[in-house]
């Protein structure tokens, strides 16, 4: 468990749409485009044309590739290497009900053997949870009902558990495949750089996913405004962010294999190990410590 009001600011769960909402509502009217899918960009002078498998194509001053997982801007740059399988899926559900005795300032999970459970609040008295079980990336359990199939996982398993997954409906439950990339400090070139997932792919090992994302936005708007141009002010967010986020994705690799072990020996040494640290040393040797005290 992370008690997370113990670092100088405080770790805070937040459902994502929340987030969408809040963001979007500082954006001007009309300047959020859907459909618009990228095919490749090409640098003119001082400007990037950037072209839309839909036909269409804009000049603009740089790009900004935070297209995700599979990035086609990452693809464009770095050339065609797909993220590696981790090795589990990952289920996330919201639900309303909060269990007796359910702990809100802290970040819990639960491990065993090959397979997870963990959870926090998220304000408006919803509680978001997350389960990772060791599956092949083709998984025929893929189309059956997530919920009894949780259920029949995690159902004996300690309270809330059972609850939080029965008090949520099916369709509440997302299921979908890890995955992540090694670190490769090719971000941009010219007016071009990558933001996100699409810069540093990483296994959900610390939830760390869209809060880099954040944190690559705010030093990214101060290199900018530090900086004549826009490549020279890519090129320094890419130099301030690369080593940390390198180290960050290389932990949650390592650390995330750790906790997914299927050997039961091998996950009774790990939980004992961890079971008889002194407060403190668990969650530095997990990198837990680091993650919640970085400054960016």
């Not at 002010?233 to 690369?242: G, K, L, P, S």
Request: charged fraction near 15%; include cysteine; hydrophobic fraction near 35%.
């Amino acid at each position: 468990r992370t008690w997370v009001n113990q670092y100088a600011t405080p770790a805070l769960g937040m459902h994502r749409a929340d987030l969408h909402t809040l963001l979007r509502q500082q954006l001007p009217p009309n300047c959020i485009h859907l459909n618009c899918n990228f095919k490749r960009y090409e640098q003119v002078g001082q400007k990037v044309c950037v072209s839309f498998e839909n036909g269409s194509s804009i000049e603009c001053d740089g790009l900004i590739g935070a297209d995700g997982i599979h990035s086609n801007v990452r693809q464009q740059l770095q050339g065609n290497t797909p993220p590696r399988y981790h090795g589990y899926p990952i289920w996330r559900g919201v639900t309303h009900t909060v269990p007796p005795g359910f702990h809100h300032e802290e970040i819990w999970g639960t491990y065993g053997t090959g397979q997870q459970f963990g959870g926090c609040a998220i304000g408006s008295d919803r509680i978001y949870w997350f389960a990772l079980v060791n599956r092949p990336e083709q998984d025929p359990e893929m189309m059956d009902d997530q919920k009894s199939l949780l259920l029949d996982r995690f159902g004996n398993w300690h309270e809330p558990i059972p609850d939080l997954i029965a008090a949520t409906n099916q369709t509440d439950i997302l299921r979908h495949n890890t995955y992540d990339c090694r670190p490769n400090s090719r971000w941009g070139e010219g007016n071009v750089t990558l933001l996100g997932d699409a810069a540093h792919l990483m296994a959900p090992t610390y939830g760390q996913g869209a809060c880099q994302a954040l944190e690559d936005a705010l030093v990214l708007s101060r290199c900018v405004a530090q900086n004549s141009t826009l490549s020279a002010a890519f090129r320094q967010y890419e130099q301030c962010r690369f080593p940390w986020v390198a180290k960050l994705q290389q932990l949650s690799h390592q650390l995330g294999s750790v906790m997914q072990w299927q050997n039961p020996l091998l996950a009774q040494l790990r939980n004992a190990s961890l079971s008889i640290l002194p407060d403190g040393w668990s969650d530095y040797l997990t990198g837990i410590n680091a993650v919640f005290g970085h400054q960016a």
